[in-house]
């Protein structure tokens, strides 16, 4: 698996190590982080709600990327897809590519950020291979409305969300596998 990590201009690029190493551990991906940023176009803010519009920031991240690759972006604005007021993240799967809004997950302690961060690119990249929003609270694939649903799920994937991607070939660190007694 290749995944190409990109970003918007003022994304950390520490933080974009981070998140890869991440998910070089869990997925055994060869991730790459681009040098350059991506810069949005103006036609896809939405001025008066102030915030981007998910669906189309993700069209546009997929033009950036190999063919054979997964593209996750990192970005620095807030955005929204039709329906719903906001989104941490949004996956379209069929476009292998993904992104992860980052305002709403910032926290005062750095690491509790970089976790929310990890944790919503782990659950789109779920999204990417094949998962849907999982019932198990603590299943970085359940489905997180507010960042305190962020922070009550894991990191990991709970057993049966392991095995619908292993039978598709991708296999989980055991350390991002949920034990269950
Ligand atoms: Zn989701
Ligand atoms: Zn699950």
Redesign the pocket.
């Known amino acids: 698996m290749q995944i190409q990590l990109f970003k918007t201009k003022n994304i950390d690029k520490k933080l974009l190590e981070e998140v890869a190493s991440c998910l070089h551990t869990i997925f055994a991906a060869e991730v790459e982080i681009t040098d350059y940023y991506i810069e949005l176009p103006t036609s896809i803010f939405d001025s008066k709600r102030m915030q981007y519009l998910a669906d189309a920031v993700v069209y546009h991240v997929y033009r950036y990327k190999n063919l054979t690759s997964i593209a996750v972006i990192l970005v620095e604005f807030d955005a929204y897809i039709k329906g719903l007021n906001f989104v941490f993240?949004?996956?379209i799967p069929h476009l292998k590519s993904a992104a992860v809004f980052l305002p709403r997950l910032v926290a005062i302690q750095s690491t509790l950020f970089l976790e929310r961060v990890k944790k919503e690119v782990i659950?789109?990249l779920?999204?990417i291979l094949g998962l849907?929003?999982c019932s198990k609270l603590e299943c970085v694939?359940s489905?997180?409305n507010s960042v305190t649903e962020v922070d009550r799920k894991s990191m990991k994937f709970c057993q049966k969300c392991a095995k619908i991607l292993g039978r598709q070939g991708y296999r989980i660190s055991q350390e991002y596998i949920i034990i269950e007694i």
Request: aromatic share 8%; glycine share 16%; charged share 15%.
């Open positions: 993240g949004l996956a659950h789109e779920g999204h849907k929003h694939m489905f997180s």
